[in-house]
């Protein structure tokens, strides 16, 4: 069974601090995805990363996907109280359409 | 559509009765997910339509749920005899099409509460 371990499970920071989260599994995924979901809502597409090794910035939010393809992190610089939020990370195996969730990291950026 | 919507918002019924929770893809959407998010968790995979077939229903629990998609649009899904397990946000989602990578959309869900 897959299965995406988010860490840590629970964050509260001040405003403009700096913060990273990570998303951890033994599986091999082809693409994976990282979510921001806010009360009753459904999650939202921040970015998606598919090669071993890269990186994406999507303006204070930089992503990295593991060389192995096993992890990933998000990292947030000079965190605002708009990005108090869940954020989800999810994998998909080669040759599936489904995307196996991970565990939830959830942030409170207090102003 | 402007997005993905899910009817009703919330759903509160008994133990042992049966509901059917509406889910509207964006217009074009070929692929359509149901997922179901239990509280401070991540969401759990269902179900996944491309067009009126079910491609993958692994993730259903067992055989009281049930979902459909007659005419490749519009999807219901369906639980029987319902329990108090069954408490949870269900929540949907569509793709242009189901290519690995593809931004799923997803509705707001619908807050199922079994009494």
């Known amino acids: 069974t897959q299965l995406l371990e988010q860490s840590p499970q629970f964050l509260s920071i001040q405003e403009g601090e700096n913060l990273t989260v990570y998303c951890n599994s033994s599986s091999v995924f082809s693409s994976l995805q990282w979510y921001r979901q806010e009360p009753g809502e459904g999650p939202v597409l921040l970015v998606t990363v598919v090669t071993g090794g890269e990186v994406k910035k999507l303006k204070r939010l930089t992503f990295q996907f593991g060389d192995a393809r096993k992890d990933s992190s998000l990292h947030i610089t000079a965190a605002q109280p708009g990005d108090t939020g869940l954020y989800l990370c999810?994998?998909?195996?080669?040759?599936?359409?489904?995307?196996?969730f991970g565990t939830g990291t959830r942030l409170k950026v207090l102003a | 559509g402007a997005g993905v919507s899910q009817t009703p918002s919330n759903k509160v019924t008994e133990k042992g009765k049966y509901v059917e929770l509406r889910c509207d893809p964006i217009s074009g959407h070929t692929a359509l997910y149901w997922y179901r998010q239990s509280l401070g968790q991540g969401p759990e995979f269902l179900i996944y339509?491309?067009?009126?077939?079910?491609?993958?229903d692994s993730g259903l629990p067992n055989d009281r749920f049930f979902a459909v998609r007659p005419e490749g649009s519009v999807s219901t899904l369906k639980i029987q005899r319902t329990e108090r397990g069954d408490s949870a946000v269900y929540l949907c989602?569509?793709?242009?099409?189901?290519?690995?990578?593809?931004?799923?959309?997803f509705g707001p869900g619908t807050r199922l509460t079994v009494l």
């Open positions: 339509f491309q067009g009126t077939g079910a491609a993958d």
């Open positions: 999810a994998g998909a195996t080669s040759g599936t359409y489904k995307y196996i």
């Open positions: 989602a569509s793709s242009l099409a189901p290519l690995e990578g593809n931004t799923q959309y």
